[in-house]
């Protein structure tokens, strides 16, 4: 007999409410994972707890107030959508699709779950992160591989780890870049700005680095741009270790000062617009290059559920049936 499949599909979470409580909440379980800081978990934990729990939510959660919609978190109702579109795309299979994240709600156990309720014992498994990281795309096997463990029946599991480079993906983001050019009738330099991790990480041995370098060529490739129309920078930053460089926000401080007033940018990282892209690409590095002299500066929103975007997903997973 046939196995039931079931998709499930992953991001990293958002907090339930715009409020310091709320994000405090999300952040105590984001900022705790030893896959996202790796600090002695001792030392780690004084610092989580005594200094940026005490201060970080209180900015974070204005700064989530500023792009919240009746719907909530872009970030999850951005989800749902694309897991109501993927199981419409999927329909012909009836195979069910759930949303789970990895810190927050809806999470992985509860997806797994109503997969489960819907009869699944064969689980295929997408975290949206095109590039592999050990701090995103590890942290959600981490999740399932801990909620198998209060299982008794273990349903089959098939982990797509990453597709930084899979031709339908690099054709899907190209051509919502070119979408973007042929309805706005301009080009400008693109930059790819891709969230951060830090440095140490890559030294050693997470390949996050050389997907991003991979997606970023692809597509500049697919779009037959020279190497003087893209670039690629690293967002995000938290701490003071050092992270990928070049940093997107003293670039874009930088850019206007080398003649280049101009500037598009596109975000492969995250599959779904979010508070990195809406706020801190959109706003506040918009502000960073127009305060350094900048004239023109564009957001290219993120693949979300367009529909190309769901065609390569369905065929992400027909691929794996
Ligand atoms: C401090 C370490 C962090 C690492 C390493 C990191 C990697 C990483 N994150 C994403 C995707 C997202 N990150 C988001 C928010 C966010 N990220 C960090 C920290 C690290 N991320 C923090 C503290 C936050 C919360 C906001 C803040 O306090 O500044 C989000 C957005 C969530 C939302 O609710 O909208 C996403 C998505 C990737 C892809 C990545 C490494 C590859
Ligand atoms: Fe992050
Ligand atoms: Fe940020």
Sequence with gaps: MNNKKGVLLINLGTPDAPTPKAVKTYLKAFLSDQRVIDYPKWLWQIILRGIILNVRPRKVAH????????????????????ANALQLALSEHAIPVEVGMTYGNPSIS???DKLIEKGVDDIIAIPLYPQYSATTT???FDVIAK????RRILP?????NSYSHHPEYIKVLAQSIEQYWQQTGKQHLLMFSFHGIPKRYVSLGDTYQAN????????ADYLG????QWMLCYQSRVGKEEWLQPYTDKTLEHLPTTG????DLVCPAFSVDCLETLEEIAEENKSVFLDAGGEEYRYIPALNAQPAHIEFLSQLVKANL
């Design 110 to 112: 509860s997806a797994i």
């Design 156 to 160: 089959n599991l098939r982990f797509i």
């Design 212 to 219: 991003c370098q991979q997606t970023a060529r692809d597509v």
């Design 225 to 228: 741009l020279n190497n003087n």
């Design 260 to 263: 280049q007033k101009c500037v």
């Design 138 to 140: 590890a942290a959600a």
């Design 63 to 82: 700064a989530y107030q500023t792009i919240w919609t009746e719907q909530g978190s872009p970030l999850r109702s951005i989800s749902y959508e694309q």
């Design 147 to 150: 909620d198998f463990m209060r």
